[in-house]
């Protein structure tokens, strides 16, 4: 499993390799995010993060992954990280042509992005990825809440996001409906917002699956 990342709060991430037998189809996909992807100093830091352990689970699963990952703390589609870039940014940094699937995940900081805007600038980053990868499918998983009270110009943005994802073709998941995070505070740090090592491994487990059903079948 090979992973560029761009950090956020913590320092760049070492690349690290995943083994597989040589049966065993290798998909390459790439993931863009935020610092719910980088993980921080509250949890999910290198191994203990969900991509890391979304891998292990999809091996385990006889569907091996390599990944490039690009993600950057504070980052979204239409809101600079803290390394300047935007989503469309790490997508031309992480994409391949050979990739099988990109999977794009976030983002609650682009919170204060006009819902119109939001939608042209995610457009703009799932086009890059299909130019570059035409035969890939594309994942897109909306921002999550932890509480239940989401704001509303997240679901306003969250509504711009899907529609642009579904428009682009892509398979479109809303944590917000779906409550990830919601009623567990134990998988929160005590900010209040960003997932610890617990709640990274509870992302692994529920974005391997969505991972697994994108991927090519195996013979």
Do not use: C
Request: glycine residues 10%; negative net charge; proline residues 8%.
């Amino acid at each position: 499993m090979s992973l560029a990342v761009t950090a956020g709060l913590v320092s760049t991430r070492p690349v690290e390799v995943m083994t597989v037998s040589r049966e065993a189809p290798l998909s390459h996909i790439a993931v863009i995010g935020d610092s719910y992807t980088t993980g921080t100093n509250f949890g999910g830091l290198g191994g203990k993060g969900w991509p890391a352990r979304a891998w292990q689970v999809l091996a385990r699963q006889g569907k091996p992954v390599t990944a490039d990952v690009a993600s950057e703390g504070r980052a979204g589609y239409g809101v600079r990280g803290d390394h300047g870039s935007v989503f469309g940014d790490l997508t031309a940094r992480a994409v391949r042509p050979d990739d099988v699937l990109v999977v794009f995940f976030g983002s609650r900081n682009d919170e204060p992005v006009d819902p119109l805007a939001l939608a042209g600038m995610a457009w703009s980053a799932f086009d890059s990825a299909r130019r570059t990868a035409p035969a890939a499918k594309l994942l897109v998983i909306g921002p999550p809440w932890p509480t239940a009270d989401v704001p509303d110009k997240v679901l306003q943005n969250r509504d711009a996001l899907g529609n642009a994802a579904r428009a682009a073709g892509a398979v479109f998941i809303d944590p917000i409906a779906e409550r990830w995070f919601v009623g567990r505070p134990d998988l929160i740090a005590p900010d209040g917002v960003h997932p610890n090592d617990a709640g990274h491994t509870y992302l692994a487990d529920r974005i391997a699956s969505l991972v697994g059903d994108q991927l090519p079948l195996t013979p």
